[in-house]
């Protein structure tokens, strides 16, 4: 069974900070994206990184990073120079070459705090 | 270019009355997904559909809830005889044919059974 594991249900950083949230997951499929999304209070689901299980680096979208360990079967998300807009629900994804759907974690609570 | 678009934002339904959400892909995607978030959780999968055709519905509840797409017009996820359990944010995202991993969402629309 596929299953994807954020540990931390809240987190709190000072602004400018960098902070890194948490994710683990566990499959035996060797072809499969990670992705991670950023939920404000307004409900909406924003993309904010993808990474494949091939890619060789680990991916970078501005301010976003992941730390992308496969043999930990980790997919972190570290955010630099954090800002107040930061804050927000941040859920971990995965999807499978074989498969439709995407598998999302619980989420971590990220509070920016000036 | 106008994203994923889903309305009602907000919809209050009184048990076993019926619930309609509409989602409109972005233009020139061919994929529609429904997700399910209940509150404290993480996004569910239920559907996946292209024109005229579900591909996926093996996250869908036996009963009471269907989805379609027909070949004009948005994607409608209907939900029959609700109960206070169907209270959940529903989440439609779209992606274009052959880009399954570039997956957009809408805003969401938000159920609510009193």
């Not at chain 2, 892909?25 to 997700?35: A, E, L, N, T």
């Not at chain 2, 269907?66 to 005889?81: M, T, W």
Request: aromatic content about 12%.
């Amino acid at each position: 069974a596929q299953k994807i594991t954020q540990t931390q249900p809240g987190m709190f950083v000072q602004e400018k900070e960098a902070v890194t949230l948490d994710c683990t997951y566990d499959t035996s499929d060797p072809s499969y994206g990670l992705f991670w999304y950023k939920q404000p209070s307004s409900g909406e689901m924003i993309f904010l990184i993808y990474q494949g299980s091939y890619d060789q680096q680990n991916a970078t979208e501005g301010r976003y990073s992941l730390n992308f360990q496969k043999a930990r079967k980790s997919a972190n998300l570290v955010i630099s120079a954090s800002q107040l807009g930061d804050s927000a629900m941040y859920f971990c994804a995965m999807r499978f070459s074989t498969g439709n759907q995407f598998y999302f974690g619980t989420g971590t609570s990220l509070t920016v705090i000036p | 270019n106008a994203g994923v678009m889903q309305n009602p934002r907000h919809l209050v339904r009184r048990r076993g009355q019926e619930a309609r959400l509409r989602c409109s892909p972005m233009k020139g995607h061919s994929h529609v997904y429904w997700y399910r978030q209940l509150p404290e959780e993480g996004l569910k999968f239920m559907v996946y559909l292209q024109k005229e055709n579900i591909i996926d519905e093996s996250g869908m509840p036996k009963e009471r809830f269907s989805a379609e797409f027909p070949k004009e017009g948005p994607s409608i996820l209907r939900i029959q005889q609700v109960v206070r359990g169907d209270s959940a944010a529903y989440f439609c995202a779209s992606s274009p044919l052959g880009e399954e991993n570039t997956i957009y969402f809408g805003e969401g629309s938000w159920l609510t059974v009193v």
